[in-house]
């Protein structure tokens, strides 16, 4: 999409920044062209230029110990100082952006631009790709879904066989439904039979018998009562020893706090972003010392192609002198070889550091999971230590009302039965009669108490069967989240793969390199130890013609130097366009383009025009004349 013009112009005052000691510079929206030949401060003015827009990538003039750069655009004005501290340029200000990490990817293309290089050196090209793209919450949500699976597949281990207990009692609420019913049955027989009985009998004495009965009948039923008391009264003591045994056998968590598990994992996440944090730092800072290190004899190069004015002889004797990026100063290169292997050795250290966080993340996880499995049977049992011992307490009070209660009908029985010794013994049936009944009845009563105790436990199995399928449907839901997640990424990173290789594409066509038929890159799974893992790798095919028409595959490595900056070059540009960086900075900067002849340097100038507000290139006198006179250009700095 083309862009339309919206901001004023720009102006760029800077103070002793790389090879300027001080300058002042006004362009508008456009293509601005800064021409020159080398050593002319031109790629001075794009790192001040950078700087103000928030890059760390500018030096301070060798011979200066502060130094300053204003960006006044839009009626707003940034700036950026550097101000040298020991052996090390500490940078201030307010720049235009907070973070310059897209910018200094895909928008400052200079000759030491991180991706421009790495394409030229075969380095990871996914890592640069997706460098912009926020996976880490992502993965972070990943882990927590992954830690909450682990909660939930323990406590579903942990669970009975509930199938198989609700069954058992299913079956024995069967059992008592049919025993109830026979004891019914029985009772209304012993009935019909009193009744009968009754009927035949002499009325004489029927008040005394009575009362016998009736007594004899409270009798026998606190009997039935204390026998089935003191029953439980046994089981409430054999459950209660039993759950102290269970509660004694339990680990002593009290060393073990949750939430100071919780702040140490807390801390370990913490430390392990800033571990990723500082690895990535040093990353960066390890390419462009090996980006310098790489550049070495350049300035012998440029001299034999007369594109300098030192002689040849000085370029030799400081050849091994390199113009440190950081502090400006010139340092040998075994000094800057010492520093990426310290660098190098330092970040191997973070990655040890950062295995072994993510390894104790993991153990804590699992030891907080046990701590709470382990918390809820202690309540648990703590619950129904208080219930079994609150319900032996109350059995033993009954027990004790039930003996003071037999013992006072065994006194009234033996002074009843001595009034009424003479009376028939015809009456003895039907007391047997009436003691039958009642312990028929009692026999039903506890039968049905049984089976409403049986009801419960069956209520409570059942309860505990949907909790257990809620956890099981609860894990699959997690399994889809993980999945769906994992997908996400997968996407992502699909998308800017297809994204990169349409733009490319397009880029490569305004080119128009006739041997270099296709640019693109494939995304396919990395194999660790003969086995794919779960992450992938992105590799940079390139397709060649030759002039025969014979199409062939080609490497990064069997291209020449020319070839393979205009590849990065290409890339650096497709990630620009992928990444919609003209969103956050409406600038784009480019350097060393020597590799690429005029005319298409003009087309891709034109072509970059198309989606950046500002264009600042620096080129040769001869590739400048290639662009249109309508461009702005300038000419000192």
Same mark, same amino acid.
């Given at each position: 999409?083309?862009?339309?013009?919206?901001?004023?112009?720009?102006?760029?005052?800077?103070?002793?920044?790389?090879?300027?000691?001080?300058?002042?510079?006004?362009?508008?929206?456009?293509?601005?062209?800064?021409?020159?030949?080398?050593?002319?401060?031109?790629?001075?003015?794009?790192?001040?230029?950078?700087?103000? +827009?928030?890059?760390?990538?500018?030096?301070?003039?060798?011979?200066?110990?502060?130094?300053?750069?204003?960006?006044?655009?839009?009626?707003?004005?940034?700036?950026?100082?550097?101000?040298?501290?020991?052996?090390?340029?500490?940078?201030?200000?307010?720049?235009?952006?907070?973070?310059?990490?897209?910018?200094?990817?895909?928008?400052?293309?200079?000759?030491?631009?991180?991706?421009?290089?790495?394409?030229?050196?075969?380095?990871?090209?996914?890592?640069?790709?997706?460098?912009?793209?926020?996976?880490?919450?992502?993965?972070?949500?990943?882990?927590?879904?992954?830690?909450?699976?682990?909660?939930?597949?323990?406590?579903? %281990?942990?669970?009975?066989?509930?199938?198989?207990?609700?069954?058992?009692?299913?079956?024995?609420?069967?059992?008592?439904?049919?025993?109830?019913?026979?004891?019914?049955?029985?009772?209304?027989?012993?009935?019909?039979?009193?009744?009968?009985?009754?009927?035949?009998?002499?009325?004489?004495?029927?008040?005394?018998?009575?009362?016998?009965?009736?007594?004899?009948?409270?009798?026998?039923?606190?009997?039935?009562?204390?026998?089935?008391?003191?029953?439980?009264?046994?089981?409430?003591?054999?459950?209660?020893?039993?759950?102290?045994?269970?509660?004694?056998?339990?680990?002593?968590?009290?060393?073990?706090?949750?939430?100071?598990?919780?702040?140490?994992?807390?801390?370990?996440?913490?430390?392990?972003?800033?571990?990723?944090?500082?690895?990535?730092?040093?990353?960066?800072?390890?390419?462009?010392?090996?980006?310098?290190?790489?550049?070495?004899?350049?300035?012998?190069?440029?001299?034999?192609?007369?594109?300098?004015?030192?002689?040849?002889?000085?370029?030799?004797?400081?050849?091994?002198?390199?113009?440190?990026?950081?502090?400006? !100063?010139?340092?040998?290169?075994?000094?800057?070889?010492?520093?990426?292997?310290?660098?190098?050795?330092?970040?191997?250290?973070?990655?040890?550091?950062?295995?072994?966080?993510?390894?104790?993340?993991?153990?804590?996880?699992?030891?907080?999971?046990?701590?709470?499995?382990?918390?809820?049977?202690?309540?648990? +049992?703590?619950?129904?230590?208080?219930?079994?011992?609150?319900?032996?307490?109350?059995?033993?009070?009954?027990?004790?009302?039930?003996?003071?209660?037999?013992?006072?009908?065994?006194?009234?029985?033996?002074?009843?039965?001595?009034?009424?010794?003479?009376?028939?013994?015809?009456?003895?049936?039907?007391?047997?009669?009436? !003691?039958?009944?009642?312990?028929?009845? =009692?026999?039903?009563?506890?039968?049905?108490?049984?089976?409403?105790?049986?009801? %419960?436990?069956?209520?409570?199995?059942?309860?505990?069967?949907?909790?257990?399928?809620?956890?099981?449907?609860?894990?699959?839901?997690?399994?889809?989240?993980?999945?769906?997640?994992?997908?996400?990424?997968?996407?992502?990173?699909?998308?800017?793969?297809?994204?990169?290789?349409?733009?490319?594409?397009?880029? +490569?066509?305004?080119?128009?390199?006739?041997?270099?038929?296709?640019?693109?890159?494939?995304?396919?799974?990395?194999?660790?130890?003969?086995?794919?893992?779960?992450?992938?790798?992105?590799?940079?095919?390139?397709?060649?013609?030759?002039?025969?028409?014979?199409?062939?595959?080609?490497?990064?490595?069997? +291209?020449?130097?020319?070839?393979?900056?205009?590849?990065?070059?290409?890339?650096?540009?497709?990630?620009?366009?992928?990444?919609?960086?003209?969103?956050?900075?409406?600038? =784009?900067?480019?350097?060393?383009?020597?590799?690429?002849?005029?005319?298409?340097?003009?087309?891709?100038?034109?072509?970059?025009?198309?989606?950046?507000?500002?264009?600042?290139?620096?080129?040769?006198?001869?590739?400048?004349?290639?662009?249109?006179?309508?461009?702005?250009?300038?000419?000192?700095?």
């Amino acid at each position: 999409m083309t862009l339309t013009t919206s901001a004023s112009e720009v102006s760029v005052e800077a103070q002793n920044i790389g090879g300027i000691e001080d300058t002042s510079v006004v362009f508008e929206p456009g293509i601005t062209i800064l021409v020159g030949r080398n050593a002319t401060n031109r790629t001075s003015f794009l790192q001040a230029l950078m700087a103000a +827009l928030g890059s760390n990538r500018a030096s301070l003039k060798a011979d200066a110990d502060e130094g300053r750069v204003t960006l006044s655009i839009d009626d707003e004005t940034y700036t950026r100082t550097l101000r040298r501290e020991g052996s090390n340029v500490v940078t201030g200000g307010s720049p235009y952006l907070d973070d310059p990490m897209l910018a200094d990817l895909f928008a400052f293309l200079l000759e030491s631009n991180e991706v421009r290089r790495a394409v030229e050196r075969g380095d990871d090209l996914r890592e640069l790709i997706m460098r912009p793209v926020d996976t880490t919450a992502i993965e972070a949500e990943i882990a927590q879904l992954e830690a909450e699976r682990r909660s939930v597949s323990k406590r579903l %281990e942990t669970a009975d066989d509930i199938d198989q207990t609700i069954h058992s009692l299913e079956q024995r609420e069967a059992d008592l439904e049919d025993e109830i019913e026979g004891a019914r049955e029985r009772c209304a027989d012993l009935e019909d039979k009193i009744e009968a009985e009754e009927e035949a009998e002499s009325r004489s004495g029927d008040e005394l018998f009575d009362r016998l009965n009736d007594l004899r009948s409270s009798l026998e039923n606190v009997r039935f009562r204390l026998e089935t008391e003191r029953q439980s009264l046994e089981a409430l003591i054999d459950d209660e020893a039993t759950i102290r045994e269970e509660l004694d056998k339990l680990p002593d968590e009290s060393h073990d706090s949750p939430d100071d598990l919780e702040s140490q994992l807390s801390t370990r996440r913490e430390r392990v972003r800033q571990i990723e944090s500082q690895m990535n730092e040093l990353q960066n800072i390890i390419r462009v010392n090996e980006s310098m290190l790489s550049g070495t004899n350049r300035n012998i190069a440029n001299v034999l192609r007369g594109e300098g004015k030192r002689d040849v002889t000085k370029g030799l004797l400081e050849d091994d002198q390199i113009v440190c990026w950081t502090c400006g !100063s010139e340092v040998d290169s075994q000094t800057i070889e010492a520093t990426i292997d310290n660098l190098q050795s330092y970040r191997a250290t973070l990655a040890s550091e950062r295995r072994n966080a993510r390894e104790a993340i993991d153990d804590l996880s699992d030891r907080l999971d046990t701590i709470e499995s382990r918390q809820n049977r202690r309540r648990e +049992l703590d619950t129904r230590l208080e219930q079994t011992v609150a319900e032996r307490e109350e059995t033993t009070a009954r027990i004790d009302d039930l003996e003071a209660r037999q013992e006072e009908l065994r006194e009234e029985i033996t002074t009843v039965e001595a009034e009424v010794e003479d009376i028939d013994d015809e009456r003895d049936e039907l007391v047997e009669l009436h !003691s039958q009944a009642n312990r028929a009845e =009692l026999e039903r009563d506890r039968l049905e108490t049984e089976r409403e105790r049986v009801r %419960e436990r069956l209520d409570e199995a059942q309860m505990r069967k949907d909790e257990l399928a809620e956890l099981r449907a609860r894990r699959d839901e997690i399994d889809d989240e993980i999945h769906n997640l994992r997908g996400r990424i997968d996407r992502i990173e699909s998308n800017a793969v297809e994204a990169f290789n349409d733009h490319m594409e397009r880029v +490569l066509e305004i080119l128009d390199y006739g041997n270099v038929e296709r640019v693109w890159i494939e995304r396919i799974q990395r194999e660790s130890n003969g086995r794919s893992d779960d992450a992938h790798e992105f590799v940079l095919h390139i397709v060649r013609e030759t002039k025969m028409g014979t199409v062939y595959e080609d490497t990064i490595d069997h +291209l020449s130097e020319s070839e393979r900056e205009v590849i990065g070059l290409i890339f650096a540009l497709a990630g620009y366009l992928v990444h919609d960086v003209a969103q956050q900075v409406p600038f =784009l900067l480019l350097d060393s383009l020597e590799a690429i002849d005029s005319q298409r340097i003009s087309a891709l100038v034109e072509y970059i025009h198309e989606h950046a507000e500002f264009v600042v290139v620096a080129l040769l006198p001869e590739d400048a004349a290639a662009l249109d006179d309508e461009h702005a250009r300038i000419t000192e700095i």
